[in-house]
């Protein structure tokens, strides 16, 4: 078996840790040590852009503002860019540079390269920054960040899961305004989390990866 190698690591915020290694023509991240994401397993990220735009009115997908959080290894940036009108525009928040960088110069190329799009913008600080300030309004959200509501890398992404960060991300919806939250595995009481918060809720455990029979993912798709 090909061995793992290091190719580089960034030291973040809080402390996080992340490290970016390849195994062949496979990359990981991992954070503090614990696997972040994989350019093997990207089925529920490409699942999760679907589930969340297809539920926009069709006239609203041609000319959505979508923001996507968390950049990983730009499957669902790509996955979003696909369901997209050429009027659309899709903010990425990224909070860690080096994750921007990995993608332009080691792994772009398995996602097509989106960040080359010419409707793609790219921000590179913390998602839940975009939500406090409350002066942008999107139609779509499709966040990606931590693993879903157990927050393994940056504590501070906890805030995004609760009563309050779902609020905030709320008020920065438009009218007819979709979040889609992806997560790693369950989350007792999430969808009634959501609920409180007046969102009309569906989750879907969808594959990790095309033909995986027992490896799933959560995707909430919430209706404002």
């Not at 994989?38 to 959505?64: C, D, F, H, I, V």
């Amino acid at each position: 078996m090909i061995p793992w190698r290091l190719l580089d690591r960034s030291e973040a915020a809080e402390p996080t840790r992340l490290e970016l290694f390849q195994r062949g023509t496979e990359f990981s991240i991992r954070a503090n040590g614990e696997l972040l994401m994989n350019s093997r397993l990207y089925g529920s990220e490409e699942a999760q852009a679907k589930l969340a735009l297809e539920t926009l009115p069709a006239a609203l997908q041609k000319r959505a503002r979508v923001l996507v959080g968390g950049l990983g290894c730009g499957y669902t940036l790509a996955a979003t860019l696909r369901e997209l009108g050429p009027e659309a525009s899709v903010t990425v928040a990224e909070v860690s540079p080096a994750v921007v960088r990995w993608n332009r110069e080691f792994f772009g190329e398995l996602s097509g390269r989106p960040l080359e799009d010419a409707r793609v913008e790219v921000l590179e600080l913390d998602v839940g920054a975009l939500f406090r300030a409350r002066q942008r309004t999107f139609d779509a959200i499709l966040l990606d960040v931590d693993n879903g509501p157990r927050a393994v890398g940056r504590a501070s992404n906890a805030w995004l899961y609760t009563p309050p960060g779902l609020a905030a991300m709320r008020a920065v919806l438009g009218p007819e305004g979709v979040l889609s939250i992806w997560s790693a595995g369950p989350e007792l009481g999430f969808s009634e989390r959501l609920r409180a918060q007046g969102f009309t809720v569906a989750c879907h455990r969808t594959p990790a990866h095309a033909g995986a029979t027992r490896k799933r993912h959560w995707i909430w798709v919430a209706r404002r």
